[in-house]
């Protein structure tokens, strides 16, 4: 561990890592100061040999070293190996005769002895020079770093960068199942592989590793199922009748001697019922084998050795499994948890570490636990046998866990493991990633993994802690299923109270790298003869085993010496076990098989150690700041260091030492940063203090540990008894109670972070010594936050009386005289009560942070002022200052509400009692009264840190409050009235729902009121985190916040709750309000009224579903835009006013909405339809168009359905009630009388397709049967020219097209500010604009859907707004007309918006049934009307725009303007200068897109039988070749192409035209004609057919070569080829729609000209014969 890179920097140019060397303990030695260039940073030692590192990565060697060849004798001094010279090296290691150092790059190199193979080198005996090893994984290439080396006589280990442990060397301390020693090349020890191994140390022949519990915090590493060695399953599963025992006991045969076999053991039944298998049954022998328990009495083992016949080599590894649980193996790679991370587990959580677990039941024999015996727990299969699962895997191994730790919960011995000291409920817990690993791999179907995981999560006790709360769990009924009765009831007899006392790593940041983590175990393997493994047996373990009795004791350092073993804890305490002959262990248990702590004195506090051959050295904490070194172990005689020691067995009393002595010359070191121990010799490394840097250092360590063994005396000798004292809820009460154990969580918090700190201090004095790396600089937030929620629990616990509660409990527990409670709270004074006293003891740890500060300025003082390093100190000392001030003041702030409370006992105050809540000032000095009070009428004011407090009453009254009511501060504003003549002092108080002024006594009062009250709104405010900024001075709070309210007046907000922006006492800015019915509404508020967008919810009772509203409101209404889904599945999308729908807008009906039975899209006023609207009823098959009154048909409309009937006419009261006109399919027409829908009566014509007509009156419903008195006529008989069929004009009992969606241009009207069309200012309305753009901008940005980037790019442009004054020149024609383009690209302008809406209506219109030809007229007209009405605000919006049909000049000076016009938009009109304005050119391009679908379809469908006829001609003329069909047409031949340029042999060749070529002549103008499909507008179109004439007149020119004028003659033949060859199949249509929307001022230009041709070879076509 001290192998952290260092460098030079660190030196502060003072004397650092001097190095000191002696032998034994007597007076008289005197150390002897071995003298090196540079400081030492780290030392090893072998039994005859030493290795330095020194700064900048040199390293040296003294002593004996016979693999040297050259050496004669041994140096006097240390000598570099230069080998090494051009390596950085970062660590050193030395075994009994062999060396080993780490580079910086991870890479390992080893020298000295390699007879056993321990420097990993073959073909070697010895190894004169460090020469690289490589760690290889199997097949891997690439070598493995290494950040840590150990060594022993005959073995290496070393730790990689991923935390896992590699062997080399000989013997079974290696932990590596060899069958032949020694092993040359480095392995990897396969038992510790997957967990965080933190150090590692080797003894002469056995190994300890340091491992980091598997917990939350622990690594996630790939899982393992199989062995990596003999490839069998890590887990087997038994099945029984009714229940599974689970066995994780895999033991790997390989390499297993069979002389390290155990005597058997004996056999623990899983229940009285059942046999023991013999093993070859089946593979239940593993599970149903136990693990043995080694403490248990040797009698027992071998009577039991009859019972099985395969027994498990040691203690963690029963049997191998037989072949029939390997053959249920299954594929190596799966998803599984790491074999040894549930091993873990299950260790950990089925040994009950701390007592005997007696269970004589049945066939279960008692276990006998010698003293020194931890109870090796017998759950450890037994538990597992309740897992209610079946199957050949065990994909519940966390079921059974969780079942383990339900146990462990229930029995006895379980009690003192969920109170210990060190017990870490959350690195027990099991991983959520795992538990989804082992999901997906479970092939048991019937596993109740939600159950398992679930009773997993309530069981894993102090994972609260991380939550900040802290619970007693209790096992409930709810966890029966999982558990088998018998169990249960064994299980049941024993109810403890069980609270953890340990902190989860959730409520420290236990970041992996930064705070060393306290739960850690100790692994150990190798050869047990004198007990150094720490198992409580003798035998030898080839594989690593956890020492259990060292779990929970947060071990943050192990050494071992060449037959014992050491132990240090993060509180200071060291455990030793191993050969004891020469008092090495510092304790009298000769020798000792399981640790035990070292006898030291009362405050000394060891915080390094290291074991030597036959002794140890200790580095402790004195009562001074220098460190002090204690040995215990053999005396080593003066005369001949060098000669062999008398025999271990004649060695004289005296020779060693009892307990550790203190060596006196200790103090004349200076400041030891390390001691080391090695064969007879003892190094400390030390520092000279230079500016008292070292000292300050060294102080704040030793203050640190100091305080958390104080921390963990107060956790054991108060808290804990005080929590498992039976009558503790009875005393407390259910809230002080629940207090008590949340104090207790933040103590623990708190104490595990002091561990943490202590730990990591005393890391950086042994390492680098340096202030960068202090945890307290870097996380002083962490240490800040945690005394913080600290001092808070204890002030509610005090507010509450909780301390004065305690006093009778503490009794039971302390005593009439509490020797220890004035003891822990350093309390001098005689004759303290004890509440006193425990007030005292649990204020205790804020005074440490008086400490920290005090220390880090200190620290500060030994750096130059300007320097980082001091800035930081002087920073941290200020914070830690700051909060013991700020603490302080809290806990006076307890102290006197607790006195209050004392002093003003009744029901009124103890309803008040909250534990967070503290006094700050109080009007019981009638120093507040209420104006205009009565005269009877008391009222006491009090001020919490929380709320005011208004009491009323009646004065002679007994008891005198009979009211109070509480005013949240949060919501609280407060005001001076000004001071007027009469001399009052009054003070304005607004709460949402109440103004109250109060008059104060004196000046003096109401300034001390006013600012008592503002500074704890302030408070309020920001312990609920207010806006940064927010207020203006320390005292005033700011007016405008953020704040949660419930109403309690009468009226619309009653009992509703807003949480939310508050202004001046009323709702402002975003919020939500709920009220207790289910209505909720989220949005915006402006002076506490909903305003601006909001979305609300209303529950529906009758359809149990929420009515949904989103949109603008305005004043508490819905007003605006929005959309309303109605809980009965109808959907309003549309204009509201005042809270109901008015203006335009949709509403869908029906089940689904996608295919909904009806839709009503048009105009509504007062929640009716009414004005023009669209409905579509989709049920019926019907489509109306027209007017509306009252949700009802009413006025002019047309109605067409799915079958072609059209109707267009008068309605009333919903019913065709009128003259109206009736088409079928068929040209059927009637026009005349209706009285109900379809329905004819009264005088009419009945015209026939053919043109024979009825008149007369008529009766009747429409196709089903006509009465009819009349006559009947027929014209064609007579004037064949009158055609009966023309008369009928459809269009004039429709709607007009200008009367058709007034509410849609009305709206924008609105938006743009004009009460009506073209009143206005168009400054406002640019305004408007502008404000629209960015509000709604501003709404989108604010909601989760992105915008898109051309979204934004456009927005962007139309921020800008263009210039709209002044005259208008072609070139701001044409920025208008781009402005326009990008306004209708967005809704969000208020043009777009109309045109959206505009298209929307449209196709609502026009499609579906609506595509009747009928209405091509009225579709026609209408876009016509939109583009009046648009150009209309387009002219109000740039004032100087010229009227339809006006002129803009042409600017004089620029003549090729012709050739620079945009392509879109290029007409080359009659030659007069300048260009004519009109709306189709400045729109249609903007509209007609969008419309063009529907419109289109209208066409096709009006000129469908002229263009079937045109179509058929255009396929039959097709047939022709070209020449062919050239002189069909009667085309001249100077036209007809000789030849056609090739594409294909060569650019310039051409190629004849022959009989046969067909598609060849004029391809060009062909191609070019047939892009007038793909453009929309009409001006698009024809500038195709003008491209088209030119391409025809090119290629006549190059046929001719020369210039050639047209006459229509020779042109029309031409075209008229192009026109069939180009096959464009909706011609007429396109005829028709440019015909329809040309622009009017074209009509005569060349352009008219060239759409005559074109409309004339259309007809032409329809009507030509083909010989």
């Known amino acids: 561990m001290e192998a952290q890179e260092k460098s030079s920097a660190d030196d502060d140019g003072g004397e650092r890592g001097l190095l000191h060397s002696w032998r034994g303990y007597s007076y008289s030695v005197v150390p002897e100061r071995l003298l090196l260039p540079r400081p030492v940073l780290q030392v090893a030692l072998g039994a005859q040999h030493g290795v330095l590192l020194a700064e900048g990565g040199q390293v040296y060697t003294f002593g004996e070293m016979p693999w040297k060849q050259t050496q004669a004798s041994p140096p006097t001094k240390p000598t570099p190996e230069n080998a090494l010279s051009g390596q950085r090296v970062v660590a050193v290691a030395a075994g009994s005769f062999h060396s080993g150092a780490v580079t910086e790059d991870g890479s390992v190199h080893m020298w000295g002895d390699n007879a056993a193979g321990q420097c990993g080198l073959s073909g070697l005996s010895c190894v004169p020079n460090p020469t690289p090893v490589a760690l290889l994984e199997p097949g891997g290439a690439q070598s493995v770093p290494v950040v840590e080396l150990a060594c022993g006589e005959k073995h290496s280990l070393a730790l990689s960068a991923q935390r896992e442990v590699w062997a080399w060397g000989s013997g079974c301390q290696l932990g590596l199942n060899a069958a032949v020693f020694p092993v040359w090349k480095p392995q990897k020890v396969e038992q510790l592989a997957g967990r965080w191994v933190l150090q590692v140390a080797c003894g002469a022949s056995h190994s300890l590793a340091l491992v980091r519990c598997v917990g939350p915090d622990g690594i996630q590493r790939p899982p393992v199922d199989k062995c990596n060695q003999c490839n069998q399953l890590l887990y087997t599963m038994t099945d029984k009748e009714d229940h599974v025992i689970i066995s994780d006991g895999h033991y790997c045969p390989m390499g297993v001697e069979a002389r390290e076999d155990p005597p058997p053991s004996q056999t623990l039944k899983a229940s009285p019922s059942e046999p023991i298998l013999p093993s070859h049954s089946s593979s239940a022998s593993t599970a149903a084998t136990p693990t043995p328990d080694p403490t248990a009495d040797p009698e027992e083992f071998q009577k039991a050795g009859t019972t099985t016949a395969t027994l498990p080599p040691s203690d963690s590894d029963p049997a191998p499994p037989s072949k029939a649980a390997a053959s249920t193996s299954?594929?190596?790679?799966?998803?599984?948890?790491?074999?040894?991370?549930?091993?873990?587990?299950?260790?950990?959580?089925?040994?009950?570490?701390?007592?005997?677990?007696?269970?004589?039941?049945?066939?279960?024999?008692?276990?006998?636990?010698?003293?020194?015996?931890?109870?090796?727990?017998?759950?450890?299969?037994?538990?597992?046998?309740?897992?209610?699962?079946?199957?050949?895997?065990?994909?519940?191994?966390?079921?059974?866990?969780?079942?383990k730790r339900m146990m462990n919960f229930y029995l006895p011995s379980s009690r003192l493991e969920a109170l210990g000291g060190a017990s870490d409920g959350g690195a027990e817990r099991v991983r959520r990633e795992e538990s989804v690993q082992a999901k997906k791999s479970s092939s048991t179907g019937d596993i109740h993994e939600e159950e398992a995981d679930g009773l997993r999560r309530r069981l894993s006790l102090p994972g609260l802690l991380s939550q900040g709360r802290y619970a007693v769990h209790l096992l409930s009924s709810s966890y029966g299923p999982l558990l088998s009765p018998r169990l249960l009831r064994k299980m049941g007899r024993s109810r403890t109270r069980a609270f953890a006392l340990t902190p989860t790593g959730g409520g420290v940041p236990e970041d992996q790298e930064v705070f060393p983590t306290l739960q850690t175990e100790v692994w150990s393997w190798g050869h047990g003869e004198h007990g150094e493994l720490g198992h409580g047996d003798n035998l030898d373990r080839l594989q690593p085993l956890c020492i259990k009795s060292l779990n929970k004791k947060e071990v943050i350092r192990v050494s071992a010496g060449a037959h014992h073993s050491v132990a240090l804890t993060a509180q200071s305490q060291v455990y030793s076990w191993g050969s004891n002959l020469s008092g090495q262990l510092g304790h009298m248990d000769t020798p000792s098989t399981v640790p035990r702590l070292a006898k030291l004195s009362e405050g000394i506090r060891v915080w390094d150690a290291s074991a030597g051959e036959r002794h140890t050295l200790l580095l402790a904490d004195g009562d001074c700041i220098q460190p002090i070194i204690y040995y215990s172990g053999q005396q080593v005689k003066e005369a001949g260091g060098e000669e062999e020691e008398v025999e271990e067995e004649d060695e004289r009393p005296g020779g060693y030492t009892q307990q550790p002595v203190?060596?006196?010359?200790?103090?004349?070191?200076?400041?030891?940063?390390?001691?080391?121990?090695?064969?007879?010799?003892?190094?400390?490394?030390?520092?000279?203090?230079?500016?008292?840097?070292?000292?300050?250092?060294?102080?704040?360590?030793?203050?640190?540990?100091?305080?958390?063994?104080?921390?963990?005396?107060?956790?054991?000798?108060?808290?804990?008894?005080?929590?498992?004292?039976?009558?503790?809820?009875?005393?407390?009460?259910?809230?002080?109670?629940?207090?008590?154990?949340?104090?207790?969580g933040r103590f623990s918090l708190l104490s595990h972070l002091t561990g943490q700190h202590a730990a990591s201090l005393t890391a950086n004095l042994r390492r680098g010594r340096d202030v960068s790396s202090l945890l307290v600089l870097e996380h002083a937030s962490i240490f800040l936050d945690v005394y913080n929620d600290y001092c808070s629990t204890v002030g509610n616990f005090f507010v509450m009386g909780g301390f004065h509660a305690l006093t009778k409990p503490s009794l039971d527990i302390f005593g009439k005289s509490p020797e220890l409670l004035q003891r822990l709270s350093e309390c001098s004074e005689e004759n303290t009560a004890t509440s006193d006293l425990l007030v005292a003891l649990f204020y205790l740890p804020t005074q440490h942070l008086h400490e920290y500060g005090r220390l880090l300025l200190k620290l500060a003082t030994c750096f130059e002022v300007s320097s980082s390093d001091y800035q930081k100190l002087q920073d941290s000392c200020s914070k830690f200052e700051a909060l013991t001030l700020q603490l302080k003041r809290k806990r006076k702030e307890a102290e006197y509400t607790f006195h209050f409370w004392k002093s003003f006992p009744g029901k009124m105050t103890d309803s008040l009692r909250k534990p967070h809540r503290r006094l700050i000032y109080e009007s019981s000095n009638k120093s507040l009264t209420v104006q205009n009070?009565?005269?009877?009428?008391?009222?006491?004011?009090?001020?919490?840190?929380?709320?005011?407090?208004?009491?009323?009453?009646?004065?002679?009254?007994?008891?005198?409050?009979?009211t109070h009511h509480i005013f949240a501060l949060t919501t609280l504003w407060v005001e001076p009235t000004p001071e007027d003549d009469s001399g009052l002092h009054g003070l304005k108080v607004v709460t949402p729902e109440e103004t109250l002024?109060?008059?104060?006594?004196?000046?003096?009062?109401?300034?001390?009121?006013?600012?008592?009250?503002?500074?704890?709104?302030?408070?309020?405010?920001?312990?609920?985190?207010r806006d940064a900024g927010g207020s203006a001075s320390k005292s005033d709070p700011p007016i405008s916040r953020t704040a949660s309210y419930t109403f309690y007046k009468d009226g619309r907000l009653k009992d509703a709750t807003y949480e939310g922006r508050w202004l001046a006492g009323k709702p402002h800015g975003r919020g939500i309000l709920k009220w207790p019915d289910g209505r909720i509404y989220t949005g915006s508020f402006k002076s506490g009224l909903e305003d601006g967008f909001g979305e609300f919810a209303c529950p529906n009772k009758l359809l149990s579903k929420d009515d949904l509203y989103q949109g603008y409101w305005k004043e508490g209404k819905m007003h605006g835009l929005g959309t309303y889904r109605y809980a009965s599945g109808e959907v309003y999308d549309g204009s509201f006013q005042d809270g109901v729908r008015q203006g335009h807008g949709m509403l869908r009906s029906g089940k689904h909405n996608t295919s909904s039975p009806s839709v009503f899209i048009g105009q509504w006023l007062q929640d009716k339809k009414t004005g023009y609207g669209v409905f579509d009823d989709i049920t019926k098959g019907e489509k109306y168009m027209g007017m509306w009154q009252d949700h009802q048909r009413q006025g002019k409309g047309v109605v067409v359905t799915q079958f072609g009937l059209y109707y267009e006419g008068a309605f009333k009261d919903n019913k065709m009630m009128g003259t109206g006109i009736l088409l079928s399919e068929d040209d059927t027409t009637y026009e005349g009388e209706f009285s109900d829908d379809w329905t004819l009566s009264g005088k009419g014509i009945l015209t026939i397709p053919n043109?024979?007509?009825?008149?007369?009156?008529?009766?009747?419903?429409?196709?089903?049967?006509?009465?009819?008195?009349?006559?009947?006529?027929?014209?064609?008989?007579?004037?064949?020219?009158?055609?009966?069929?023309?008369?009928?004009?459809?269009?004039?009992?429709?709607?007009?097209?200008?009367?058709?969606?007034?509410?849609?241009?009305?709206?924008?009207?609105?938006?743009?500010?004009?009460?009506?069309?073209?009143?206005?200012?168009?400054?406002?309305?640019?305004?408007?604009?502008?404000?629209?753009?960015?509000?709604?901008?501003?709404?989108?940005?604010?909601?989760?859907?992105?915008?898109?980037?051309?979204?934004?790019?456009?927005?962007?442009?139309?921020?800008?707004?263009?210039?709209?004054?002044?005259?208008?020149?072609?070139?701001?024609?044409?920025?208008?007309?781009?402005?326009?383009?990008?306004?209708?690209?967005?809704?969000?302008?208020?043009?777009?918006?109309?045109?959206?809406?505009?298209?929307?209506?449209?196709?609502?219109?026009?499609?579906?049934?609506?595509?009747?030809?009928?209405?091509?007229?009225?579709?026609?007209?209408?876009?016509?009307?939109?583009?009046?009405?648009?150009?209309?605000?387009v002219r109000f919006l740039f004032p100087d725009l010229p009227e339809e049909g006006g002129l803009i000049p042409e600017p004089t000076a620029n003549l090729p303007e012709e050739n620079q016009e945009t392509p879109a938009d290029t007409r080359s009109e009659s030659p007069k200068p300048g260009r004519v304005v009109s709306s189709s050119a400045l729109l249609l391009p903007v509209l007609l897109p969008r419309l063009y679908p529907p419109l289109f379809t209208l066409y096709a469908l009006e000129k469908e039988k002229e263009d079937d006829m045109y179509w058929e001609c255009v396929l039959r003329l097709n047939k022709q070749p070209d020449l062919a069909l050239l002189a069909f047409l009667g085309v001249q031949q100077k036209f007809w192409p000789v030849s056609i340029p090739n594409s294909l042999p060569a650019p310039g060749e051409k190629l004849p035209v022959i009989s046969s070529s067909k598609d060849a002549c004029f391809a060009s103008a062909v191609e070019t004609l047939q892009q007038i499909s793909t453009t929309f507008t009409p001006s698009d179109k024809l500038q195709v057919i003008q491209l088209t004439f030119e391409e025809i007149t090119q290629e006549v020119q190059s046929l001719l070569k020369q210039d050639f004028l047209w006459s229509m003659d020779d042109l029309f033949p031409v075209f008229l080829y192009v026109v069939l060859r180009a096959r464009i199949r909706n011609l007429g249509s396109e005829v028709s729609l440019i015909e329809d929307l040309m622009d009017p001022c074209v009509q005569h230009g060349e352009h008219g000209i060239m759409f005559t041709t074109l409309k004339a070879c259309y007809y032409q076509i329809q009507h030509e014969k083909v010989t």
Request: hydrophobic share 40%; charged share 20%.
């Open 330 to 403: 299954s594929a190596k790679s799966s998803p599984y948890p790491g074999e040894k991370e549930v091993k873990e587990y299950l260790r950990k959580l089925s040994d009950a570490s701390q007592t005997e677990a007696k269970m004589a039941n049945g066939g279960l024999h008692t276990l006998q636990t010698p003293s020194s015996g931890r109870g090796q727990s017998a759950l450890n299969h037994l538990v597992v046998s309740c897992a209610s699962a079946v199957g050949e895997r065990v994909a519940s191994t966390y079921e059974a866990l969780s079942l």
């Open 997 to 1025: 002024t109060l008059l104060a006594s004196s000046s003096a009062e109401k300034t001390k009121w006013l600012r008592a009250i503002n500074q704890a709104v302030d408070q309020a405010l920001s312990g609920a985190g």
């Open 933 to 962: 009070a009565g005269r009877f009428s008391v009222n006491w004011f009090i001020l919490f840190n929380d709320s005011l407090v208004h009491a009323q009453g009646v004065a002679p009254c007994k008891n005198l409050f009979s």
């Open 1251 to 1433: 043109g024979d007509y009825l008149e007369g009156s008529f009766n009747g419903e429409w196709g089903s049967g006509l009465k009819v008195t009349g006559s009947y006529f027929k014209p064609n008989l007579f004037d064949a020219e009158k055609d009966r069929n023309r008369a009928v004009k459809l269009g004039r009992l429709s709607v007009r097209a200008e009367e058709k969606w007034q509410a849609v241009f009305e709206e924008c009207w609105n938006q743009l500010g004009c009460e009506a069309p073209g009143q206005g200012e168009h400054l406002k309305a640019w305004e408007n604009i502008a404000v629209a753009l960015t509000s709604r901008r501003q709404q989108i940005q604010d909601s989760p859907e992105v915008l898109s980037r051309s979204h934004s790019k456009t927005l962007e442009g139309l921020e800008v707004i263009p210039q709209h004054e002044g005259p208008i020149t072609i070139e701001r024609y044409h920025s208008i007309r781009l402005y326009l383009l990008k306004a209708c690209d967005t809704t969000l302008h208020p043009l777009g918006r109309l045109v959206e809406t505009l298209v929307t209506v449209y196709r609502m219109t026009y499609v579906g049934v609506g595509a009747n030809r009928r209405l091509l007229p009225q579709a026609v007209n209408e876009i016509k009307s939109y583009l009046c009405r648009i150009f209309q605000i």
């Open 662 to 744: 203190l060596l006196p010359f200790c103090m004349n070191l200076g400041f030891v940063s390390s001691v080391v121990a090695g064969g007879r010799r003892c190094v400390a490394l030390s520092d000279r203090n230079v500016m008292g840097f070292i000292s300050s250092l060294h102080e704040l360590a030793s203050a640190e540990r100091k305080f958390y063994c104080k921390l963990c005396d107060v956790k054991s000798q108060v808290l804990r008894p005080l929590l498992e004292l039976e009558s503790l809820s009875s005393a407390l009460g259910p809230a002080a109670t629940e207090l008590l154990q949340t104090l207790a």
